[in-house]
């Protein structure tokens, strides 16, 4: 349970410090509610599905990455302005590491739900329906990120972090399909033993 606990307590810690004079409270709120909101789900549904270690320390790595750009609003996180500088680009980059985190990162919890509850045993089929889902979630979270920018109006600006870059909600989905496809080139064999190190356990 220390490692846990550990977790818990780095994940408090940042939360904390992202709350301590935000940028923009509004954003700061908009940005850590989903983080807060994945740590009660994952509290309620621990006993009955205890993901891998490697699964919850990717979950917290993305919850810092929201809790960050709550902080500091994606358009304005100091280190992606200073990369900005360095390569000539026109924008903070900082929302495309958290739309790529947010395909990668679910696409590894998708693989561990599907592959411990047996669901899809076909390694082809599992890869697209684990990408089709993170696709559908990145699409989903757009439709949120419109609905609330309709709501709120010019409040909204810094959640949406677009710009002035028009293909802005194209490249953030673009970006979570790379995470997720990344994810499963990348992650599939250390993944897989976690997986088994955890059942047998």
């Known amino acids: 349970m220390k490692f846990y606990a550990t977790l818990i307590a780095l994940f408090m810690a940042i939360l904390v410090w992202s709350g301590i004079g935000p940028k923009d409270q509004f954003t700061w709120f908009l940005e850590v509610l989903p983080a807060?909101?994945?740590?009660i789900v994952l509290a309620i549904t621990f006993k009955r599905f205890e993901f891998?270690?490697?699964?919850y320390v990717l979950i917290l790595v993305h919850c810092c990455i929201l809790m960050i750009g709550g902080h500091c609003t994606y358009a304005e996180v100091p280190l992606f302005d200073w990369i900005s500088e360095i390569m000539g680009h026109s924008r903070n980059n900082y929302d495309k590491v958290g739309h790529f985190a947010q395909g990668f990162v679910p696409a590894v919890i998708a693989r561990e739900i599907l592959l411990r509850n047996h669901v899809v045993n076909q390694t082809a089929w599992r890869n697209v329906i684990i990408v089709a889902l993170c696709m559908a979630m990145s699409v989903s979270y757009e439709f949120i990120e419109w609905f609330v920018a309709?709501?709120?109006a010019e409040n909204a600006?810094?959640?949406?972090?677009?710009?002035?870059?028009?293909?802005?909600?194209?490249?953030?989905?673009?970006?979570?399909t790379i995470g997720a496809i990344v994810a499963l080139l990348t992650m599939t064999s250390v993944h897989d033993k976690q997986i088994a190190h955890h059942t047998n356990s």
């Open 36 to 39: 807060i909101i994945g740590l």
């Open 52 to 55: 891998t270690k490697l699964t």
């Open 150 to 152: 309709d709501l709120t």
């Open 157 to 176: 600006e810094a959640f949406l972090g677009t710009q002035g870059y028009v293909w802005d909600t194209q490249a953030d989905m673009l970006a979570a």
